[in-house]
């Protein structure tokens, strides 16, 4: 496919009907014509400083458009005191709409303060999904965002009956609110 004069042709296709030129071949920046008496005419093809700016811009702008798309979809990590009255050290973490936190106790017993709290809260459960070493749930609350709980048991064996949750709240994350499901199951334990 060539463009001339902002027109666009094919290979084998007549430019100017009336006198019979053909494209032949496209190659190494040179086209090739064809007329009518099978005389091959070669030009030299020459991008436009304008063009070739152009271009530039938009490779530019495309970079800087992936560059700040991975910024967001890595998100910045923000750390959260869990519970800054008792003294623990323990912190959260909000990372990408998830608010991930350490929990001191086997995965089986979150589970069931977990489901219990969640009703209490109000929210409507809608699923659960049981695995070997996690275990997630669904549910909706009032405005129908989808609110997901995932159990995991901690793989290093240092802190082998220590879990972790992370909880999202919406499709971007509300930090206010998986606070306050954490804390709900975190208290019922």
Known sequence: ???ISGKTFHLGEQVQPKIGH???????????????????????IVISEKS????????????TLLAICASIFTGCTTP?????????????????GFFYAPIDAPIGEIFKKAIREIDDL???????????????????????DKITVRISQQTDP??????????????LGN???????????????
């Not at 071949?25 to 030299?44: H, K, P, T």
């Open 80 to 96: 959260v005191a869990i519970d800054p009255l008792t003294g623990q050290e323990q912190i959260a973490e909000y990372r990408a």
């Open 158 to 171: 240092e802190v082998a009956e220590q879990s972790e949750i992370r909880i999202r709240v919406g499709n």
């Open 1 to 3: 496919m060539v463009i």
């Open 175 to 189: 930090l206010a609110e998986s606070q306050v499901i954490y804390a709900r199951i975190r208290d019922a334990l």
């Open 22 to 44: 053909k494209i032949l071949l496209q190659r190494d920046g040179r086209l090739a014509f064809l007329d009518e008496n099978e005389i091959v005419y070669s030009y030299e």
């Open 122 to 144: 109000g929210y409507f459960r809608t699923g659960e999904l049981h695995k070997d070493t996690a275990i997630s749930i669904y549910c909706r609350k009032v405005g129908d």
């Open 52 to 63: 070739n700016n152009c271009i530039q811009i938009m490779k530019v702008t495309l970079i």
